[in-house]
């Protein structure tokens, strides 16, 4: 029930960003998005008692908020200003794939043949979406958005490494709230000069209430019941929801080429993430330098 409670909550967004920023910046988007969950999420961490135990880990706080949220959203806000949301979906829906990467190079997880068959085949579909499906003029956009994929996975590592035995709410409530802090000076600058259609006010309303007061209790639940790693695999119903969303409300193009290349990024993400099995080919971990 979580994870298809999560895969539809967290596939809705890519449509209310699009409606979003024909008329909210970027920055001023993450700041609302943020500052508007913490009003909520903020006195419930506190009326639980989940706010003190979180703040005495600031570090790994901010290095989270910033791989999690500050970045991510920023750019995946600013791609969809140039790309379709269907696409913008699209390409998220390799944080899977960058997730196996991770866990391998950190030692936290193994990889063998059939893995990195997936990593293979999974960068192929991306190759497809990109190289068929992106302008040269929208060609940065799409760059940022393996950025943000990057920060998806890299997050949820970042949380089960160094957040883990902390409460899910405290860890989310804090975050949104430091991260609406840093980006408040910037909202400021780009508050709109002119009342917002009602499209765009509804947008923001649930990209706030929805998809983040709502999502992340659902979303460290889900962690809790099937860890944090595994979860990165809800990536495997958002672009299908977001899809859906664009083309019917949106009435974005789906191509024969987005079709192939979705299905290649799934056809990646699923074998990127079975279990190694007993007596497979396991490719050692890759040297670290030490810092």
């Not at 596939?11 to 001023?28: D, K, S, T, W």
């Not at 829906?93 to 030692?107: Q, S």
């Amino acid at each position: 029930m979580l994870f298809g409670a999560l895969g539809i909550i967290w596939g809705l967004p890519y449509l209310f960003i699009r409606i979003a920023v024909r008329e909210v910046h970027p920055a001023l988007l993450v700041l609302i998005r943020t500052g508007g969950s913490a009003l909520v999420l903020v006195p419930l961490a506190q009326w639980r008692g989940e706010l003190q135990p979180v703040m005495r880990h600031w570090k790994p706080l901010v290095v989270y908020t910033l791989v999690e949220i500050g970045v991510p959203w920023f750019l995946l806000f600013s791609a969809e200003r140039h790309l379709s949301s269907s696409l913008a979906g699209l390409l998220i829906a390799m944080v899977p794939l960058i997730a196996a990467l991770v866990a391998w190079i950190t030692g936290s997880d193994r990889i063998d043949r059939r893995r990195l068959a997936g990593l293979v085949v999974g960068l192929a579909g991306v190759g497809i979406l990109v190289g068929f499906d992106v302008g040269r003029s929208d060609a940065l956009a799409a760059i940022s958005l393996a950025v943000v994929a990057t920060g998806y996975a890299l997050g949820p590592w970042i949380l089960s490494r160094h957040l883990s035995e902390l409460p899910g709410l405290g860890v989310m409530a804090a975050s949104v709230a430091v991260c609406a802090l840093c980006y408040l000076p910037f909202g400021l600058i780009a508050l709109p000069t002119r009342t917002l259609a009602v499209s765009v006010t509804g947008s923001v309303v649930a990209l706030t209430m929805v998809c983040t007061a709502v999502a992340f209790p659902v979303f460290f639940a889900l962690v809790g019941e099937v860890g944090a790693m595994r979860t990165t695999v809800i990536t495997y119903v958002n672009p299908a929801v977001a899809v859906l969303l664009g083309v019917a409300v949106l009435d974005e193009h789906f191509g024969l080429t987005t079709g192939i290349g979705f299905a290649f990024i799934l056809a990646g993400c699923f074998l990127a993430t079975r279990p190694v099995t007993a007596g497979a080919d396991i490719f050692p971990v890759p040297p670290v330098a030490e810092p």
